[in-house]
């Protein structure tokens, strides 16, 4: 598929997103979640993920029962992580179901993944950056 081909492709499954799909974008859209930004069906390669959090390289993928065992997603899986990305998979029935237990399940793999990209002291200041990340050496 073409690069225009997988935007329009994207393009369609954020329109034509399932029950499961919306209600989960419904607690990661605007940085809702530990402040982390996702992304709804973004094309990876020659895929279209759920959804992405670029910062954390994590993709979420929302699956239903034509999923259960299949090939093709243990080679999806496999390519995304060769690109660096973990993949984290939920049922429908799990996220209608249990919303609360898949936010907290998402929350608890952001935060093995990588520092907060705005972490605060324990006073709620925002603390600087650390040298490596951004700041400027001392000396």
């Known amino acids: 598929m073409r690069n225009g081909q997988k935007r329009d492709r994207a393009c369609e499954l954020r329109k034509d997103m399932t029950l499961a799909e919306r209600k989960l974008w419904s607690i990661l859209k605007a940085q809702q979640l530990d402040g982390y930004r996702f992304r709804c069906q973004m094309p990876?390669?020659?895929?279209?993920?759920?959804f992405a959090c670029l910062a954390a390289s994590l993709i979420i993928e929302v699956d239903?029962?034509?999923?259960?065992?299949?090939a093709s997603d243990a080679a999806r899986d496999s390519y995304l992580a060769r690109q660096g990305f973990r993949v984290l998979r939920f049922w429908n029935n799990d996220v209608l179901a249990n919303l609360e237990g898949v936010r907290a399940v998402i929350a608890q793999r952001l935060s093995e993944a990588c520092p907060h990209p705005n972490p605060v002291s324990s006073t709620g200041q925002a603390l600087p950056p650390q040298t490596g990340e951004g700041a400027e050496p001392e000396g």
């Open 64 to 70: 239903g029962g034509q999923h259960l065992e299949s």
């Open 44 to 50: 990876v390669g020659p895929y279209v993920a759920d």
